[in-house]
């Protein structure tokens, strides 16, 4: 884990090996494409949600909301001993997590950017008064064809890792990012859980309804 999070400081961005079974791998996987066909339809698409982001998208943030087992892994101790290492804390708060799940020739691409574009506070960010890390579970293998992740790393290298499905990609909420639609002809699915180093419900935001994601604190 040490020759990680020196790739992570040096880089903004590191792969582990798989943190859960590939039992549970599976498992999520099939959540994710149920949330997607609950929430990510045309038909519910813009309309209003009670957590996170006021409206339904093409992924689902706050996605622990709606399913339990999702909430229990977010909350696990694994994940809480991951986040705070890399995090450099011994105190992690909860803050969202999101189902991202790219159908077959779907139209879903994200442009370049970083994770705390759309946090609370960017500049508060970029000036490490806050950190928020982003710890992106891989459910099918990444190709060059599915819209795999670019990023832009710390030292202006661009790099787009293939990880095979249970890999756990992890990178810091200022490191930019980007990926394209999946021309594949199958899903490609990835779990995104994100945590922070404080209660960004205390953090002067630049939008009202971060009272809407987690601010629970949880002790490595």
């Not at 957590?51 to 399913?67: C, E, I, R």
């Amino acid at each position: 884990m040490k020759q990680k999070l020196l790739e992570f400081k040096e880089l903004g961005v590191t792969i582990l090996p798989s943190v859960f079974s590939d039992e549970t791998i599976g498992s999520i996987r099939n959540i994710s494409l149920e949330l997607k066909s609950r929430f990510g339809n045309e038909a519910i698409i813009g309309t209003k949600k009670q957590h996170g982001v006021p409206t339904f998208w093409k992924g689902l943030d706050m996605a622990s909301q709606y399913n339990e087992e999702l909430y229990k892994l977010y909350t696990s101790k694994s994940m809480l001993k991951i986040a705070g290492y890399f995090l450099n804390t011994s105190e992690v708060y909860l803050y969202n997590d999101q189902v991202v799940v790219k159908s077959p020739k779907e139209d879903f691409e994200f442009e370049s950017h970083c994770d705390n574009q759309y946090g609370p506070n960017l500049m508060l960010a970029q000036k490490g008064v806050f950190k928020t890390i982003t710890c992106c579970l891989v459910l099918d293998d990444f190709t060059e064809h599915n819209g795999a992740i670019k990023f832009t790393t710390k030292v202006e290298s661009e790099i787009t890792p293939l990880p095979k499905s249970g890999s756990l990609i992890v990178w810091d909420g200022n490191t930019i990012h980007s990926s394209t639609n999946n021309l594949s002809n199958g899903s490609r699915c990835v779990w995104l859980l994100i945590y922070a180093n404080t209660d960004i419900h205390k953090l002067p935001a630049e939008q009202d309804y971060f009272n809407r994601f987690y601010n629970q604190k949880f002790t490595v």
